[in-house]
């Protein structure tokens, strides 16, 4: 009896023992239960803040891209902004700063004497067009000359040079001299030729021409053809035009003097904005040019 008892009393002591720890590890259980919840919920809490800053950052860059889109509308609106002079010629921002690029290689002398933005402008696209002609080899004598105006190029040809005489067909000895002229044009997309027909004092009347005013148109859309066609000259940049006897380069009292007045002037008209524009392209290439080397 006596070791019943015994027994008892140390199972309801085991007993008690392993109720307290089972009734410890279910706490212990249910606070690690409860912290993870507060974890999950803390976790995603953050991922809704996150996703929202994301967006807010999303939203933030794209205003930044536009912001920057709006920056370089400004100044590509503010560079392309025109600058119309008193002579009615025009040249914007970026045409400007161009122009300082080419009048760092102009002869300093030459430079001097530029007092206006004007002065500037024709001093610079001078020097462009002389280096284009340069190259090209058009030498002066008494049957052709340049003539640089202001933006202006003018090449006077004597018609003894392409012409038989009364006559408006272009004659083949006329080649060597438009073969170079349409080099100088197919260099330069920026401009715009007009090719201008001169006659001396005398009527002319036969089946084919009225007067001088025909004769010089005549002869002003023969030299355009030959330049389109035989020369491939874009057509857009030719203008044919005449002049008649109404522009003589002296009187016409003498037999020289009316053979230097009969003549075919070519005159150059770059577009301002886009020659330096062209010009700045080509000196990047070149410069690219140089590098790959």
Known sequence: ????????????????????????????????????????????????????????????????????????VLTEESDSKFETLKSGAVISNKAKEQMRATLAKVDPAKLSNAKTLKDSMNLAVAYNLEKVIDSNDIDEDEDIAVNINETVVMISISDKMLFNSGSYVVSSKADRILAKLADVIKSEPSLDVMVEGHTDSRGIHTEKITDNWDLSVLRATSVVRRLQHRFK??????????????????????????????????????????????????DTTLAENKILD
């Open 233 to 282: 000259v874009a057509p857009e940049q030719l203008i044919a035009a005449g002049r008649s006897s109404y522009q003589p380069i002296t009187d016409n009292k003498t037999w020289k003097n009316r053979a230097r007045n009969r003549r075919t002037r070519i005159v150059i008209l770059p577009n301002i904005d886009k020659f330096f524009a062209l010009m700045a392209d080509e």
């Open 1 to 72: 009896m006596k070791k019943i008892s015994i027994l008892l009393v140390v199972a309801l002591t085991f007993s008690c023992v392993s109720k307290k720890k089972y009734v410890a590890i279910e706490q212990e259980n249910g606070q690690i239960k409860s912290e993870l919840l507060k974890t999950r919920v803390a976790k995603e809490d953050l991922e809704t803040k996150f996703a929202k800053i994301q967006t807010r950052v999303t939203e933030y860059n794209t205003k930044i891209e536009s912001l920057k889109e709006d920056v370089d």
